[in-house]
């Protein structure tokens, strides 16, 4: 799919916002956090257990991130010091990792064993689904409570904030009873762990075992192009049409690309590590976004849950407010990601792979080129 196909649409939704917005002042602490430039110090801090080695094959790198994060995924189930929201958080956060991590080899994985596990992925995930969404929409009250505090009289909001609480506690307690769920997620995190560490990642021993990653960089170019050409769609999607599944099926597409340059950041610490960086932080308002359209869906069938009619009101008033200035921000960063054309990117990605094997390979005795 060339780079015609992807334009109309993007220009559609550049020259719509570039001035819809008109002289509305965003001041909040989202738009400051979106025009912030990335700390120096945050370079150190950035998890280098998730990057390709320095000279780690392609495939090695692959199956070492992807073995590791299935590991963590069913960990948390078994710490002791672990709450049940916490270990499926960092569940749901790992198994997003290996998907990302497979989109991006996907051109030398035989599709049948794609589509089985990237199904099979998905579907445990989604066993967690409810668990979080309780978590996610209590998030999003309490992120209103904060924001709005100050200009709000006392305990505005406590009465749905302790609902969202108990029934938050409720959900998990019925997942806790449930003597299928937890096992189900586990046994399915194994069998992928065994699965993937029968993987032969030996490009020459492809036509023997029907699957190998080659260490080049045509491997990459398909997968991470497909990944930042779907995520410049939704976001005009998204723009385009201002529903909240669309923004939401946006965010997922960001975390496929933050988790592929955190793979990729050795290519170029300086360049890629910043670019992970801001991916991240679109995909924190995003997911703050998401949050806060499904506590006001829910509470549109759930008044229970806010039975005071003004406070329903002030809130979804506030929520409306709040997620204007979520997408505003995150546009301010999506304009930044996919400013490049996908084929612009993927020469450029190239470009890195091939300066990175130059320093693998080249004899540089006096010289240490990071």
């Not at 015609?4 to 993007?10: I, N, T």
């Not at 916002?17 to 950035?46: C, E």
């Not at 998730?50 to 189930?77: C, D, H, N, W, Y």
């Not at 904030?161 to 959900?171: K, N, P, V, Y």
Request: charged share 25%; proline share 4%.
């Amino acid at each position: 799919m060339g780079d015609q196909d992807l334009e109309p649409g993007a220009e559609t939704v550049w020259e719509k916002t570039r001035g819809s917005h008109g002289s509305r002042h965003y001041a909040g602490l989202v738009t400051v956090l979106a025009t912030t430039p990335t700390v120096g110090d945050d370079l150190v801090a950035f998890d280098t257990s998730l990057q390709l080695g320095g000279s780690e094959p392609l495939g090695a790198g692959i199956k070492r991130v992807t073995m590791e994060q299935l590991e963590l995924a069913a960990a948390g189930f078994f710490a002791p010091e672990t709450s049940l929201g916490g270990a499926v958080h960092e569940s749901r956060k790992s198994i997003k990792r290996v998907r990302a991590m497979l989109r991006l080899v996907r051109g030398e994985i035989p599709s049948r064993i794609y589509d089985f596990e990237n199904r099979s992925l998905r579907d445990t995930g989604h066993l967690l689904t409810e668990i979080r969404s309780s978590q996610g929409v209590l998030n999003a009250a309490l992120s209103i409570r904060d924001i709005y505090g100050d200009l709000l009289a006392d305990r505005t909001f406590t009465d749905m904030i302790e609902r969202l609480s108990r029934r938050r506690d409720l959900t998990e307690l019925n997942a806790l009873e449930d003597p299928h769920l937890v096992g189900r997620v586990v046994r399915s995190l194994e069998r992928a762990y065994h699965r993937y560490g029968s993987w032969s990642t030996d490009s020459e021993a492809m036509e023997a075992y029907g699957m190998g990653i080659r260490d080049e960089f045509a491997t990459l170019e398909q997968g991470l192009g497909a990944t930042y050409t779907s995520g410049r769609r939704t976001m005009a999607t998204a723009y385009t049409r201002s529903a909240p599944g669309d923004f939401h099926a946006w965010r997922k597409r960001v975390k496929d690309m933050r988790h592929q340059m955190e793979f990729l950041a050795p290519l170029w610490p300086e360049v890629v590590v910043g670019m992970a960086m801001t991916l991240h932080r679109l995909g924190d308002l995003l997911g703050e976004d998401n949050d806060l359209a499904e506590l006001m869906s829910l509470l549109a069938h759930r008044p229970d849950l806010c039975p005071n009619p003004s406070e329903r009101s002030l809130f979804r008033a506030l929520a409306t407010q709040r997620r204007l200035e979520l997408q505003t921000a995150s546009e301010i960063l999506g304009r930044r990601v996919y400013a490049e054309r996908p084929k612009a990117l993927t020469h450029r990605f190239g470009e890195y792979w091939g300066a990175r094997h130059m320093a693998i390979t080249g004899q540089l005795d006096t010289l240490v080129v990071c």
